[in-house]
């Protein structure tokens, strides 16, 4: 919004904000974003049913006219039954948690790009970013079934750039470290010393400091940028590729 985009937001449910005590409902968060010179409307769908993403999608446009920017951030290491998934090793997991996970981090990617890459592509003109995170691109013991949905993700925006690239639309991925937000707070151990704030890089990100990346990336100062993961976690990974 403060770079000037009318905002379709999306959440599984209208009530899904409230869980982390973020909003009461999807609706609030559409509304504290609409300013006098940009609108937002709230769209609700499990982005891993065809039927879903074509709704919302309609809606979106019915009511913002075509998508010209697309922020496939839905995700998380959510099992089938909502929470974190128990087990969650390598070997040691349930098929049904897997299952749930590529389908909200891989397949929701899949479906929403399709859904709105063809239009982007007919008016050649257009950006798709792609949310993944640090641990798609190293090995990882525990959260394995996320890390490997994240980092097929990372090679989806690969390919999708690939096929896009000939239409003038950029398709590029974040993949942003630990941060902030209400959900990581409430669900995971955090470390005292990187929740504080100040020059030093070896702390938690802050929400807003993803969001700048995403936003150069839908922007036109990265209009020559495509096919490209930005890892945003303060050099706490510092590795090839």
Excluded: W
């Excluded at 985009?5 to 974003?33: Q, R, W």
């Excluded at 019915?62 to 920017?69: D, E, H, Q, S």
């Excluded at 525990?142 to 925006?157: D, F, G, L, S």
Aim: charge should be negative; charged fraction near 15%.
């Amino acid at each position: 919004m403060a770079l000037g985009a009318d905002l379709a937001v999306h959440d599984i449910s209208e009530d899904a904000p409230a869980k982390y005590g973020e909003f009461p409902n999807l609706t609030a968060v559409a509304d504290s974003m609409t300013t006098p010179s940009a609108r937002a409307v709230a769209v609700t769908g499990d982005i891993s049913q065809e039927d879903a993403v074509r709704a919302m999608v309609a809606k979106a446009e019915a009511a913002l006219g075509p998508i010209t920017i697309l922020v496939n951030c839905a995700g998380g290491d959510i099992g089938a039954q909502g929470g974190k998934p128990d087990p969650n090793t390598a070997l040691n997991f349930l098929l049904e948690d897997v299952q749930a996970i590529v389908n909200r981090n891989l397949i929701g990617t899949m479906l929403m790009s399709r859904a709105v890459a063809p239009g982007m592509a007919a008016r050649q003109a257009g950006t798709i970013i792609n949310i993944s995170t640090v641990s798609a691109h190293m090995g990882a013991a525990n959260e394995t079934a996320y890390a490997c949905a994240k980092a097929a993700v990372v090679h989806y925006t690969r390919c999708l750039a690939a096929e896009l690239r000939t239409s003038g639309v950029r398709v590029n991925a974040v993949s942003p470290g630990p941060a902030k937000t209400a959900r990581f707070l409430a669900t995971r151990t955090v470390d005292p010393i990187m929740m504080e704030e100040g020059p030093s890089l070896n702390r938690y990100a802050v929400a807003e400091e993803i969001a700048d990346v995403v936003g150069f990336l839908a922007s036109e100062q990265s209009r020559f940028v495509s096919g490209q993961v930005l890892r945003v976690d303060g050099g706490a990974n510092l590795f090839a590729a």
